[in-house]
């Protein structure tokens, strides 16, 4: 079961961090309605144009999964608070 919740949490985790960084690195920085990506998102600190795809991708990895990720880490913490040898 721990490894269960583990994967999840870990799943979670690396999907932030795949768009955090994707989208930093190889999205414009200014907006190009030729290609649709008019919509400002900020990521790794910087602000970012992407299309109505990209940007319900990424409202979804980090806003949505925060909850589910918060969820599988208080899990972890119970399990290894309640069953020590985890």
């Given at each position: 079961?721990?490894?269960?919740?583990?994967?999840?949490?870990?799943?979670?985790?690396?999907?932030?961090?795949?768009?955090?960084?994707?989208?930093?690195?190889?999205?414009?920085?200014?907006?190009?309605?030729?290609?649709?990506?008019?919509?400002?998102?900020?990521?790794?600190?910087?602000?970012?144009?992407?299309?109505?795809?990209?940007?319900?991708?990424?409202?979804?990895?980090?806003?949505?999964?925060?909850?589910?990720?918060?969820?599988?880490?208080?899990?972890?913490?119970?399990?290894?608070?309640r069953y020590k040898d985890l």
């Open positions: 079961m721990a490894a269960a919740i583990l994967a999840g949490f870990m799943a979670c985790v690396f999907s932030q961090i795949y768009i955090e960084n994707t989208y930093a690195a190889r999205m414009p920085d200014s907006p190009q309605p030729q290609t649709g990506r008019v919509y400002r998102v900020g990521v790794n600190r910087v602000w970012r144009y992407v299309n109505q795809k990209e940007l319900a991708r990424a409202n979804f990895v980090l806003n949505t999964l925060q909850w589910p990720e918060l969820f599988l880490l208080a899990s972890l913490m119970f399990l290894r608070v």
